[in-house]
């Protein structure tokens, strides 16, 4: 089976990562949960957008390599190559962030992939399928051209998308519950990257 996946917030967790940022700055209060929509709301709430706005550069280009994967990411790789199934990343990120320095984004989310996606030295997925296009209509031409039989992402407008490819099962990835049956009736939904790997199974 040839599986698609996405990057951002279904591979990688920024969660950790924004919290301890955020504390670094000195923006959010110490007792803040230590989740990325937790650090945006309290500085949104606070009336300070910019900060958040260029905190997200920081966080995607300086300091991506601190950024963890989600638990599961590295035996679900594992486990698929040794299956037999085909794997690439196809994500869509600007090149450069929208406020602050113009660190290059996709070539910071490559390096994470090279550092943080292999065993051994071996890469998890060949870098020839590592896919980091510019726009949401680049990632799914690429969903389509790669010949998805799957594709996993955490955000339900992608998998919904009228130009997302009929030939490929849209799965969300949703490991906090925030998306109801309206996501559910069009997409598989799993909570986890074993929950994944235990649906491919059987
Ligand atoms: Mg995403």
Redesign the pocket.
């Known amino acids: 089976m040839r599986i698609g996946l ?5 591979i990688v967790s920024y969660d950790v990562l924004f919290h301890k940022v955020a504390l670094e700055q000195g923006v959010i209060p110490p007792d803040t949960p230590a989740n990325k929509l937790a650090v945006r709301d309290h500085l949104r709430a606070t009336g300070r957008e910019p900060v958040w706005t260029e905190m997200q550069g920081t966080v995607y280009g300086a300091r991506m390599d601190e950024a963890l994967a989600y638990p599961g990411v590295i035996e679900f790789l594992q486990w698929a190559g040794q299956a037999g199934h085909d794997l690439a990343i196809i ?1 869509h990120k600007t090149r450069h962030p929208f406020l602050g320095p113009q660190y290059d984004l996709h070539a910071a989310a490559r390096a994470w992939v090279e550092h943080h996606l292999c065993v051994a030295g071996q890469p998890l997925i060949p870098p020839a399928q590592v896919f980091f296009e510019l726009t949401k209509e680049a990632k799914l031409a690429r969903i389509a051209s790669f010949g998805c039989d799957l594709f996993l ?3 339900p407008e ?1 998998l919904l998308a009228p130009g997302f490819p009929s030939a490929t099962r849209p799965v969300l990835f949703d490991p906090e519950g925030h998306h109801g049956a309206d996501a559910v009736l069009a997409a598989r939904q799993v909570r986890s990257w074993h929950e994944l790997a235990k649906w491919l199974e059987t």
Do not use: E, G, K, R
């Open positions: 996405d990057f951002d917030n279904t994500s992402d955490d955000l992608i």
